[in-house]
Each structure stands twice: as structure tokens, then as C-alpha cells.
């Protein structure tokens, strides 16, 4: 998920309070949650990957996108500075899911 202003998911996300780089070979649906050090869930948000234009001789060629966090919480206020947590659950479909934990420092 990228916000506005961004020039493509192969870029940094502009305006980005945290962001992770991910290197695929596969499509996937992608969960966020971002957690505060309470536990309480600030933020959720839902994205898509697909790879296009690729070829059999490319099946196993990774492909690089961004997942961003804007830093704000799910009513679009600007969270205060902290550690939150990401938990992120990648669908790859046929019942393989991988889930993914990361810490997340604002200043």
C-alpha cells in the first residue's frame, strides 16, 4: 500500500512514516495491522501484488514492491511518537499463508 504522491509501487513511498521493501516471485493479498505498545490495533489496511508481463522464462524472477505506513491511525489522525509493531499476513492463495512480525520506531 502506497500513499499519494507515490510514483510507483517501486519506489519509495513518498510521505512514509515506515515502510518495508519486499522482493517476490509470487502474487499475494497482503493484511497490515499496525499495533501500539498496548496492543491496541491503530491502523489496518488490505493490498494486492500482482506480477505482469512476465514470462515462463522469468517465473523465477523476484519482483519488488513497498508496503507504507503513512504513520496515521484508521481515522486518518497522525499517531504520536512511539514503537508500534506490524503484523502482516501474506495470502498466496491454496492455503498457504505466511505471517510476518516487525518493529516500527516513529519518531
Known amino acids: 500500500m502506497f500513499p499519494t504522491g507515490s510514483a510507483s509501487a ?3 513511498p513518498a510521505g512514509s512514516a515506515a515502510s518495508i521493501r519486499i522482493v517476490t516471485t509470487s502474487c499475494y493479498a497482503l493484511t497490515v495491522r499496525v499495533v501500539n505498545a498496548d496492543s491496541d490495533t491503530v ?4 493490498t494486492r501484488f ?3 508481463n512476465r514470462t515462463e522464462g522469468e517465473k ?3 519482483v ?3 508496503v507504507a505506513w503513512d504513520g496515521k ?3 486518518g489522525k497522525l499517531v504520536g511518537p ?3 509493531l506490524w503484523h502482516m499476513d501474506f495470502d498466496f492463495g491454496l492455503g498457504r499463508l ?10
Not at 98 to 107: L, T
Request: proline share 3%; aromatic share 16%; charged share 30%.
Open 64 to 66: 519488488s514492491s513497498y
Open 43 to 46: 491502523r489496518t489496511f488490505s
Open 98 to 107: 505466511r505471517r510476518y512480525r516487525g518493529d516500527i520506531m516513529v519518531p
Open 50 to 52: 500482482s506480477i505482469f
Open 82 to 84: 512511539g514503537r508500534f
Open 10 to 12: 517501486d519506489t519509495l
Open 73 to 75: 491511525d484508521d481515522q
Open 60 to 62: 523465477n524472477r523476484g
